[in-house]
């Protein structure tokens, strides 16, 4: 069974830092490119950082390029998001989402979503 499981979301005031990881289990994660994105009420989901397989390279958008950074621990099948300098426009429902082929088949799965309110 796939699952991604987010977690470490929560209120921070604004310039404040939070770490976010996604668990992975029930496809071969070190052979899977991740990414993190975000939904804010009434906004379309934004994808906010890339993390390829297997090279690692990395790609952020400018909204948040020098303040967010993906990583990823292949050992641990989990995909980290650590988000620096945050702002009140950061306050979204950040979703962690897995893709890749498995047997000639695309993939593509989403993790449930973590809150997180920057906020004074």
């Known amino acids: 069974q796939v699952q991604l499981v987010e977690s470490g979301g929560g209120l921070v005031q604004p310039g404040g830092s939070l770490r976010l990881s996604c668990v992975a289990s029930?496809?071969?994660?070190?052979?899977?490119?991740m990414r993190w994105y975000r939904q804010a009420p009434g906004k379309e989901r934004e994808l906010v950082a890339i993390i390829s397989s297997p090279g690692g390279n990395t790609n952020y958008p400018d909204s948040v390029k020098g303040r967010f950074t993906i990583s990823r621990d292949n050992a641990k099948n989990t995909v980290y998001l650590q988000m620096n300098s945050l702002k009140p426009e950061d306050t979204a429902v950040y979703f962690c989402n897995a893709r890749g082929v498995l047997l000639s088949k695309v993939y593509d799965y989403w993790g449930q979503g973590t809150q997180v309110t920057v906020s004074s």
């Open positions: 029930g496809f071969p994660f070190s052979n899977a490119g």
